[in-house]
């Protein structure tokens, strides 16, 4: 009966280690240790404010390149959302007219995620009230013709 107790015992000990190896196996696959994480856990897994307006300068940089004169956030009005898990970041960017003569002012807003640092909304606007200039149309300040 000893050679019974040893090939049960070897079986035995063949069966948890293929157990265990596949219990490691199915734990690293299932938190994308295994094959690299996808979808929305990639990322950042401390977001920081800082880590948040690097995100939106960057973003903003890939889309108007060499045309923008001036990138500043604006830190009076950027904030983090805790009800919303977002960073809302406010900016304002300068861009070059097309003979870079002259600049027109930009207000960008951008709410970064809290948990992963992804851009959740990105807008720009541009500032109408400042591109305006005066017109001489001949009339006084109510709109009457001048005397001549």
Known sequence: MPKANKKQNTWVIVISVIGVISS????????????GESGDNSGYQNVTFTDAVITCKKATREDYGDKIQSLMTDNHSSRYDGKRFLYKIFLQMDLYN??????????????????????????????????????NDDTNMFGMPKNR
């Open 24 to 35: 490691l196996f199915f734990t690293l696959y299932a938190t994308g240790v295994l094959f």
């Open 98 to 135: 097309r003979s870079r003569t002259k600049s027109t002012l930009h207000y960008i807003n951008c709410f970064v995620r809290a948990g992963n640092g992804s851009i959740r909304k990105y807008e720009v606007f541009e500032d109408v009230e400042r591109r305006k200039t005066k017109v």
